[in-house]
């Protein structure tokens, strides 16, 4: 089956700094990448979608200068999240668009500003 | 504006009976659905899907119902295992605009009890 990973899988990091996380497709190649947030004990709020070799889209709401999404290759989407705080802390997942309808999912990265 | 909707966070259920886990949506143009389950700081996995033309779709000891009128999905394992406690979320999708973005409900979490 597809295989989505992240890297890392938890970081912590100090209150202004930037972190970037990356999503990749392991055996298979992805043009349109999601990235999504989870708060604790909430549903996964679509961020942006990712499309290979274009800007991101961003959902209603998302800072694009905050939440900086590239999407160089056809397996790899990144996410910085630039000038950390700590409301910025979460759980963050990528997905990777499979066929029409279906995405599989990373297994996230925890995001912990200090 | 919640346009999936799991109205039970938490079911819980005894080892070989069945679970049924509902979810409502609002948007009649939504065309495909989909069922993820998800452990604690791990990212989804696709359970069983179901288009908009079907009313029933089954693999294994999961089975989705659709029904279009009442804007209503459920999706029931039986027998219910241990191993099936996790958080599961439905998501609904439109193909219209061929954006491949899911929409989550808020997720029920199922416990199943040996």
């Known amino acids: 089956g597809a295989v989505v990973s992240q890297h890392p899988s938890r970081v912590i990091c100090k209150s202004g700094t930037s972190v970037k996380i990356e999503c990749r497709s392991l055996?298979?190649?992805?043009?349109?990448m999601f990235w999504y947030r989870q708060f604790p004990k909430q549903s996964l709020m679509l961020m942006a979608t990712?499309?290979?070799?274009?800007?991101?889209?961003?959902e209603q709401g998302v800072e694009k200068d905050k939440f900086l999404i590239n999407h160089a290759s056809l397996t790899l989407s990144t996410l910085t999240v630039t000038s950390a705080h700590p409301e910025d802390s979460s759980f963050y997942i990528c997905?990777?668009?499979?066929?029409?309808?279906?995405?599989?999912f990373g297994p996230g990265t925890r995001l912990t500003v200090t | 504006d919640q346009q999936v909707k799991q109205n039970s966070p938490s079911l819980s259920v005894q080892e070989g009976r069945i679970s049924i886990l509902n979810c409502d949506y609002t948007?009649?143009?939504?065309?495909?659905f989909l069922w993820y389950k998800k452990y604690p700081a791990e990212g989804p996995t696709f359970l069983i899907s179901i288009s908009s033309i079907k009313d029933k779709n089954e693999d294994g000891r999961f089975t989705v119902f659709l029904n279009k009128s009442a804007k209503h999905l459920s999706l029931h394992i039986v027998p219910s295992q241990p191993g099936d406690s996790a958080v599961y979320f439905c998501?609904?999708?439109?193909?219209?605009?061929?954006?491949?973005?899911?929409?989550f409900g808020q997720g029920t979490t199922l416990q199943v009890k040996p």
């Open positions: 055996d298979f190649q992805a043009t349109t």
């Open positions: 998501a609904a999708t439109l193909n219209s605009g061929n954006t491949g973005k899911l929409i």
């Open positions: 948007n009649s143009m939504f065309d495909y």
């Open positions: 990712s499309n290979e070799g274009s800007k991101a889209t961003y």
């Open positions: 997905s990777a668009r499979v066929g029409v309808y279906e995405q599989y």
